[in-house]
Nanobody, 127 residues
């Protein structure tokens, strides 16, 4: 059974930066994503990485500000968040699955697309 453990959330002022980590263990996965959910809103998938090749996808809402990366030796995926805005405030979740191709992985943006989930880490951005 795959387990995902997130860390790195916290509170920051607008314009600041945070780095989230997601450590994976226990199974075979090669497609990982970051989601976020603000109170009263749907869970939004905004960054995906195919760990087989390092290819990535970003939603327009975070493109140019957030970077998803991997350390295969540590089975860990990172999310570097820069130029944070108050509207980035949410619970952040990492998710994972196995897929047979990178082009499929980068199309996975919805909650139903992923099989495994972390417990979430809160990010709060104040103005």
């Amino acid at each position: 059974q795959v387990q995902l453990v997130e860390s790195g959330g916290g509170s920051v002022q607008a314009g600041g930066s945070l780095r989230l980590s997601c450590a994976a263990s226990g199974g075979s996965i090669n497609c990982m994503g970051w989601f976020r959910q603000a109170p009263g809103k749907e869970r939004e998938g905004f960054a995906t990485i195919y760990t087989g090749a390092g290819s990535t996808f970003y939603a327009d809402s975070v493109k140019g500000r957030f970077t998803i990366s991997q350390d295969n030796a540590k089975n860990t995926v990172y999310l570097q968040m820069n130029s944070l805005k108050p509207e980035d405030t949410a619970m952040y979740y990492c998710a994972a699955r196995f897929t047979y191709g990178g082009r499929y992985c980068l199309d996975y943006h919805n909650r139903i697309d992923f099989d495994y989930w972390g417990q979430g880490t809160q990010v709060t951005v104040s103005s």
